[in-house]
């Protein structure tokens, strides 16, 4: 069973930083692609940031400058530093990872995407 759990979320003023951490844990064999999405009241979820295994990264225009993302793959955990923050970041923020399993005794692999319950950040203004 894979979990991803996400911590570090919280109230923060506008100006102010946050990071988010999500790890992921369970029985698996590689983590792929890692990301971070968010979805405000009222709105659809929305990409955040997203980082490959290698650490290729890209970022939502809405975010780029305030946003990083990072990953420490022999903790299977990804973080988003965020730093300048406005109050139309508040949302709930989701961690999502594609994990690969391997299957039968000739080593075959699924991928699967997985989430994160989330965690809330608030900004006020």
């Known amino acids: 069973q894979v979990q991803l759990v996400e911590s570090g979320g919280g109230l923060v003023q506008a100006g102010g930083s946050l990071r988010l951490s999500c790890a992921a844990s369970?029985?698996?064999?590689?983590?792929?692609?890692m990301g971070w999405y968010r979805q405000a009241p009222g709105k659809e979820r929305e990409l955040v940031a997203r980082?490959?295994?290698?650490?290729?990264?890209n970022y939502a225009d809405s975010v780029k400058g305030r946003f990083t993302i990072s990953r420490d793959n022999a903790k299977n955990t990804v973080y988003l530093q965020m730093n300048s923050l406005k109050p139309e970041d508040t949302a709930v923020y989701y961690c999502?990872?594609?994990?690969?399993?391997?299957?039968?005794?000739?080593?075959?692999?699924?991928?699967?995407?997985?989430w994160g319950r989330g965690t809330l950040v608030t900004v006020s203004s």
């Open positions: 369970g029985s698996f064999d590689s983590v792929n692609d």
């Open positions: 999502n990872a594609s994990i690969e399993k391997v299957v039968n005794v000739e080593g075959a692999r699924i991928a699967k995407d997985y």
């Open positions: 980082i490959t295994r290698g650490g290729r990264t």
